[in-house]
């Protein structure tokens, strides 16, 4: 049935191929404008519900206190070397007036007041946490409303005076702060655009046509514009974190050039044995497309699945990336086979990618071989299964203890938050966290704030005050802030160490556990710590302890629909160990370069840093879903190969080394789209894109050219073994095992 369907739709979208494009770009448009109209902008909420940073937020948002909204940081210091605040009058007259024109900024609540502390002496300012002790260094605090009532705009004022200020005062001034992260442009702009060139430059050399070549990602683009839209239409209506965009560009390009490459790749196939353009585009979309709409489902219920972790920010974020990978799928199955039906016999010359399955018809009847149609490489990759059937022991354990040895790391694996310090020193924040860590300690950086309901003891918040300030853990305590109306009151305290330091999430948790419940006793009152650090601790340690679950879900998953694809206990079970064996290689790949600094540089890593809370599942969910791309494509030609000839050792042969190059060619080409994003300034868009780029790097070379071999290899026929009980059991009606219906044409010769 969905053979049909496709081939109707496929073989429609060719013979009218103009509608079809004139239909996209009607869609592209009004998703367009109406990303414009009622799109919104991404906003992190790092909460989730029932977690103690949330029970924080709540309290504070009670209270009013205005520490609920957006803050910004302007840092200065003297240009002049051995100046200081303290008796430099010049210094501090730039300062007073810097304050001045800070607060007239639109939609600015308030500011600290240095210049004022120092007016009172330099001591107050100190205590104040307002001055450095050296008097080189002062920080302005800048208070915003939430994030509802701000715009990038407001992020563009600030930014624009610091630079006017810098050219007018003796001061260097650098800004951070939660403002610029969320209104500052992500840089995903120039990573898209070299991951296009590189896959353009993949496929010119697969294909050697560059209509070809220029197809899938004509494709690609206008299926990202439309999937990037519609996610900023859903941010107009609910919060879409600031990862959104960049993850879903990054997996959108991947997986739409990788699908467009299959059915590419099929319709050259079909036009060699002689079919028109129109009939080749339909059955091209009806074989290979249904591998293409099953990898999809397989992506979109994989991400789908993080909603066990009941992080709402996670939640949405999935719904964002699966849209995108939704509207490639559909762009697959109708605009390319548009491209394919206007470009007409163009594309009918034979380039690398396919020459080698040209050695074979579609149908399966051996056609007679061209010596310079490319049969070599495709002998060579014959050779080398060959090489590994024969040696199956010592390629499975070498590999495996390979992947193995990889997957160490992960026991060191920690989860966190990279903050303003992993950024190039290029970025003001990056200078104003250097200089705030220098002049008042790393923990200044990450403030918590506690939030207390003293309701029945009074005396509590003295008690709150005495016994955080005395944790090793924490450097200073700024003066108790009491909501006059609801009695509510806020706490800020600065830890000893940094954000992403794994002592500040020790100091969090005995905060918790022993500080706050020691100075509350049994009486009625309640404290809670919030702030951005005691989020993301909280959400990582939410992820940590709900990623099994998720886990072994897309496992059951994956293999139960591999055992109704293919028939067999062994093979999905197979599948699904070297699928991990791949994803938890990538993951100890992260782990070395992020948290130990191993090859850093090499993609701007400057400062070693956390593993983003979130990202692992992420990662997990979304490798798991395009690694069956790649498994039911080959498994389906081993299938084939076994079912036609009953041999397994030719089996696996000839359906890998008909599969390899285009599995290869693919891979190359998520492995460069992956890997621009690798080079980003943001480490999230880092670690997702060395992640993804890492695993399928593995997952097409180690594990679908060794391990898999090797393994089928070792077990022999019982690849193929189910019991009859369960064959009995499973639903008929295989999704996506044959990807060569038979063709016949008169113009085919043998």
Same mark, same amino acid.
């Given at each position: ?226 999937? @990037?839209?519609?996610?900023? +239409? /859903? *941010?107009? #209506? =609910?919060?879409? $974190? !600031? &990862?959104?965009?960049?993850? %879903? ?74 849209? @995108?990978?939704?509207?490639? +799928? /559909? *762009?697959? #199955? =109708?605009?390319? $086979? !548009? &491209?394919?039906?206007?470009? %007409? ?406």
């Amino acid at each position: 049935m969905l053979s049909k369907a496709l081939l109707r739709l496929g073989g429609g979208a060719a013979r009218h191929p103009w509608r079809v494009i004139a239909a996209w770009l009607i869609v592209a448009t009004l998703a367009v404008l109406a990303a414009v109209a009622f799109g919104g902008r991404t906003a992190d909420s790092m909460t989730a519900p029932g977690l103690d940073s949330q029970r924080a937020a709540e309290l504070i948002e009670r209270a009013g206190t205005g520490q609920e909204g957006m803050t910004a940081q302007v840092v200065v210091t003297p240009v002049a070397g051995g100046a200081t605040f303290f008796g430099d009058d010049g210094a501090r007259t730039a300062l007073t007036r810097l304050q001045t024109e800070v607060r007239r900024l639109p939609h600015v609540l308030g500011t600290s007041d240095p210049a004022g502390a120092l007016d009172a002496g330099g001591d107050t300012a100190v205590r104040g946490g307002l001055v450095s002790a050296d008097g080189r260094i002062a920080v302005v605090r800048v208070q915003y409303p939430d994030q509802s009532r701000l715009s990038a705009e407001d992020l563009d004022a600030l930014v624009a005076l610091g630079d006017r200020l810098r050219a007018e005062l003796p001061l260097r001034v650098e800004m951070g702060g939660n403002l610029f992260y969320a209104f500052s442009d992500p840089d995903g702009g120039v990573s898209e655009l070299i991951g296009l060139l590189a896959a353009a430059t993949i496929l010119f050399l697969a294909f050697g046509s560059l209509v070809a070549a220029a197809l899938p990602i004509g494709m690609a683009v206008f299926g990202l514009t439309v999937g @990037v839209a519609t996610m900023t +239409v /859903l *941010a107009g #209506v =609910t919060d879409v $974190p !600031a &990862f959104a965009p960049v993850l %879903g560009s990054m997996v959108g390009l991947g997986v739409g050039i990788d699908y467009a490459l299959f059915v590419l790749a099929r319709h050259r196939e079909y036009l060699a044995c002689g079919l028109d353009p129109q009939a080749a585009a339909g059955r091209a979309v009806a074989t290979a497309g249904r591998p293409v709409v099953f990898a999809g489902g397989i992506v979109v219920v994989s991400i789908l699945g993080l909603a066990v972790a009941n992080v709402p920010f996670m939640r949405v974020g999935g719904v964002a990336v699966s849209i @995108v990978v939704l509207t490639m +799928v /559909l *762009a697959s #199955v =109708t605009l390319l $086979p !548009a &491209f394919l039906g206007a470009a %007409g016999p163009r594309l009918a010359r034979a380039g690398r990618i396919v020459r080698a399955l040209q050695t074979r018809k579609p149908g399966g009847l051996a056609r007679r071989r061209d010596p310079a149609a490319g049969a070599a490489p495709a002998a060579g990759w014959r050779r080398w299964i060959g090489h590994v059937g024969r040696h199956p022991v010592p390629y499975a354990v070498g590999a495996a203890g390979l992947l193995l040895t990889a997957t160490l790391p992960v026991l060191g694996l920690r989860v966190g938050l990279p903050d303003d310090g992993s950024l190039p020193h290029s970025r003001t924040e990056r200078r104003a966290y250097d200089l705030v860590a220098e002049g008042f300690g790393p923990g200044t950086n990450g403030p918590l704030v506690i939030a207390a309901d003293p309701t029945g003891d009074p005396g509590v918040l003295d008690r709150l005050a005495g016994a955080v300030a005395a944790d090793p853990g924490i450097a200073s305590v700024t003066p108790t802030h009491i909501d006059r109306a609801t009695g509510i009151a806020t706490l800020v305290v600065f830890p000893t160490t940094s954000p992403q330091d794994k002592a500040t999430a020790d100091t969090i948790a005995r905060l918790r556990t022993d500080v706050l419940p020691t100075a509350i006793g049994d009486g009625p009152a309640r404290a809670h710590v919030g702030g951005a650090a005691a989020s993301l601790s909280d959400v990582g340690l939410r992820t940590s302890q709900r990623l099994p679950v998720f886990v072994a879900a897309v496992l059951a998953m994956s293999f139960l629909l591999l055992m109704l694809v293919f028939r067999s206990v062994l093979v999905p079970l197979k599948a699904v160990l070297l699928n991990l064996l791949s994803i938890g290689a990538s993951y100890g790949v992260m782990v070395a370069v992020f948290q130990w600094g191993w090859g850093g540089a090499l993609i701007g890593l400057e400062a070693t840093v956390p593993i983003v809370s979130f990202i692992p599942m992420f990662l997990f969910a979304i490798l798991f879903g395009l690694s069956m791309d790649y498994e039911v494509f080959l498994l389906s030609h081993v299938r084939e190969e076994y079912l036609r000839t009953g041999d397994n050792g030719t089996a696996i042969v000839e359906g890998i080394s008909r599969t390899a190059r285009i599995i290869t060619s693919a891979a190359l080409i998520m492995v460069a789209v992956f890997l621009s994003f690798a080079v980003a300034d943001d480490p999230s868009a880092k670690m997702f894109g060395l992640g993804l780029a890492t695993a399928i790097f593995i997952d097409a070379t180690v594990v679908r050219m060794v391990l898999v071999p090797a393994t089928m290899t070792l077990l022999g026929r019982t690849n193929w073994w189910l019991p009859k009980w369960l064959d009995r059991m499973l639903p008929r009606g295989p999704v996506g095992t044959d990807h060569r219906p038979p063709v016949q044409s008169s113009a085919v010769r043998i």
